[in-house]
C-alpha cells in the first residue's frame, strides 16, 4: 500500500476518535440534564407538598381558634387576628358580611385570586398559589360559619431554595460533561491505540521495512487480527523476496547468452558489407532486438536490487550546477539548455550521485524517445528542496496517465513500443528518485509538452 493511502486514512482515525468523544459528550449532556430536571422536580414536588400540608393543617387550626373566640360577633375582628400569631410567615385576612379585616397591610383583599374567594364564599375550602408583586405565595381559604378566613403565606424560601438547588445542578451537568468528555477522550486514546500501531507498521511496511510487525501482546482482543496481519506481512515479504530473487535469476541466466550474442552480433556487423541486402536488414533487426534484450535484463537487474534492498544508497551533500553538469557532461548532452535561477545555485542537493544520473538519463531519453526531443533543463530552489525539471516539445502526457506512466511496463496511450527501449525507464526513476528521498511527477508546460520534476532534499542554508 502506498504512502498516499495510509496519508488518506489518518483523518479516518481522527474522526473516529471525535465520533467517540462526540457521542459520549452527548450522552453525558442527556443524562445531566435528565437526572437534573427530575432531581429538581422531585426536590420541587416533595418541598410544596410539605409547604402546602403544613398550610392546611396551619389555617385548620386558626380557623378554629377563630371560632372559639367568635371572630364573627366581635367589634374588633382584627385585633383578634394579629393575637393568632401565626407559626411561619403568613397574613391572615378575614372576610365578614361584606366586609375585609386583615392583620397588616402586606396583602390588600385585592391580590386574593377572585375565583378562590368566590369558592370560599360558596362553603368549599380552596388552596391557590400565585405571584404577588414578585413573590411566590400560597393563599389557602377556609368558611368559619357565615365568613370566609384566609392565610397567605410567603413561597419565597422555597423559591430561594430551587433557585439554589437549579444552579447546583447546572454546576453539576457542567462539571459532569466536561469530565465525560475527558474521560471519552482518554478512552477515545486507548481503544484506538492499538490502531495507530497497526498503521504504524503497515505504513513502515509500505515504505519497504518489510520485516517490520506488530507486537503479539499488543492486545488481547485484537490477537487475531494481529496475527492475521503478521501473517499477511510474511507472505507478502515473502512473494515480494520470490519475486525479485525470480527477476534477478532471469536477469543473470540472461546474460551469458547475451554477452555470446552480443559478441556474434558485432563479428557480423563486422562483416556487414559482406551480407546481402536482406541479410543486412535482418542485422539491422536482430542489432536492435539484441540491444533492446540487453538494456532489458540490466533494467530488470536494477529492479530486482532495488525491490530486495541490496543496492545500497549513499547519500552527500552536493552543489546542485556541478551536478548537473557533470550528469550532462558524462551523458554527452551538452546540447540541452540549462536554467538555474540564483536560488537553486547555492544549494546543495542530498543525493546519490549514480542514482540522479541514471534518473535523469531516463528522463533524457524518454524525452527523446517520445517528447520529440529535450526543450531544456530547469532547476529550481524552493524552500528545503530543489526542483529539477526535463520539459521536452512532446503530445504531453493526459491527466490521467499521469501516475500510471510510472508504473513498470506502463507507456502513455499515445505511444508506440519504440526502438532498443524496455518500457522500464519511467519506472526506474520513479525508484531511484524514491529511494533519494525524493518525489516525480509530471505536469503539462504551457505550448505543449510534458515537463518531468524530480524534487530533492537540499541542505538548509
Do not use: C
Request: zero cysteines; aromatic letters at 4%; glycine letters at 8%.
Amino acid at each position: 500500500m502506498s504512502e498516499r493511502a495510509f496519508a488518506s486514512r489518518r483523518p479516518v482515525a481522527r474522526g473516529l476518535r471525535t465520533k467517540i468523544v462526540v457521542r459520549f459528550t452527548t450522552v453525558a449532556v442527556v443524562l445531566s440534564i435528565l437526572l437534573g430536571t427530575i432531581t429538581y422536580l422531585t426536590v420541587r414536588q416533595v418541598l410544596m407538598d410539605d409547604r402546602k400540608a403544613n398550610a392546611v393543617q396551619q389555617v385548620a387550626r386558626d380557623s378554629r381558634m377563630l371560632a372559639a373566640l367568635g371572630v364573627s360577633s366581635s367589634s374588633n375582628p382584627s385585633a383578634i387576628l394579629v393575637s393568632l400569631r401565626p407559626p411561619t410567615r403568613s397574613t391572615p385576612l378575614l372576610l365578614s358580611d361584606g366586609r375585609w379585616f386583615a392583620a397588616s397591610l402586606q396583602v390588600r383583599p385585592e391580590d386574593l385570586p377572585v375565583d378562590l374567594v368566590a369558592m370560599v364564599e360558596e362553603g368549599t375550602p380552596a388552596r391557590q398559589t400565585v405571584r404577588l408583586r414578585g413573590v411566590p405565595m400560597l393563599v389557602v381559604g377556609v368558611p368559619i360559619g357565615s365568613d370566609s378566613y384566609f392565610e397567605v403565606m410567603s413561597l419565597a424560601d422555597i423559591d430561594s431554595t430551587l433557585l439554589t438547588l437549579s444552579r447546583v445542578l447546572i454546576s453539576a451537568g457542567l462539571i459532569t460533561t466536561a469530565v465525560g468528555a475527558a474521560l471519552a477522550a482518554w478512552i477515545s486514546a486507548r481503544v484506538l491505540r492499538p490502531l495507530r500501531e497497526i498503521a504504524v507498521v503497515a505504513s513502515q511496511i509500505a515504505d519497504g521495512a518489510l520485516e517490520s510487525r506488530l507486537d503479539g501482546s499488543l492486545d488481547m482482543d485484537l490477537a487475531a487480527l494481529t496475527d492475521a496481519f503478521n501473517r499477511m506481512a510474511d507472505s507478502l515479504q515473502s512473494r515480494i523476496a520470490r519475486e525479485a530473487r525470480f527477476a534477478s535469476d532471469v536477469a543473470h541466466e540472461l546474460r551469458t547468452p547475451l554477452t555470446t550474442l552480443l559478441t556474434t552480433l558485432s563479428v557480423l556487423e563486422g562483416r556487414r558489407d559482406e551480407l546481402s541486402t536482406q541479410g543486412q536488414e535482418a542485422l539491422g533487426l536482430l542489432a536492435t532486438d539484441v540491444r533492446r534484450l540487453e538494456r532489458t535484463a540490466a533494467d530488470l537487474i536494477e529492479i530486482a536490487k532495488l525491490d530486495a534492498g541490496v543496492d545500497t544508497v549513499e547519500l552527500e551533500p552536493l552543489p546542485v550546477s556541478s551536478v548537473i553538469g557533470g550528469v550532462l557532461s558524462r551523458l554527452r548532452r551538452s546540447d540541452i539548455p540549462v536554467d538555474i535561477d540564483r536560488t537553486a545555485a547555492r544549494k546543495l542537493i542530498r543525493v546519490d550521485q549514480r542514482r540522479l544520473e541514471r534518473v535523469l538519463a531516463n528522463l533524457i531519453d524518454n524525452a527523446d524517445t517520445h517528447g520529440e526531443g529535450v526543450h531544456r533543463l530547469v532547476v529550481e530552489g524552493t524552500g528545503d528542496v530543489v526542483r529539477i525539471a526535463v520539459e521536452d516539445h512532446g503530445p504531453g502526457v493526459p491527466e490521467e496517465e499521469s501516475e500510471r506512466i510510472f508504473e513498470r511496463f506502463a507507456r502513455g496511450s499515445h505511444q508506440a513500443a519504440p526502438p532498443g527501449g524496455s518500457g522500464l525507464g519511467l519506472a526506474l526513476a520513479f525508484e531511484n528518485t524514491r529511494v533519494q528521498g525524493g518525489r516525480i511527477w509530471v505536469e503539462p508546460v504551457s505550448g505543449g509538452g510534458a515537463r518531468f520534476v524530480v524534487e530533492l532534499e537540499a541542505e538548509p542554508g
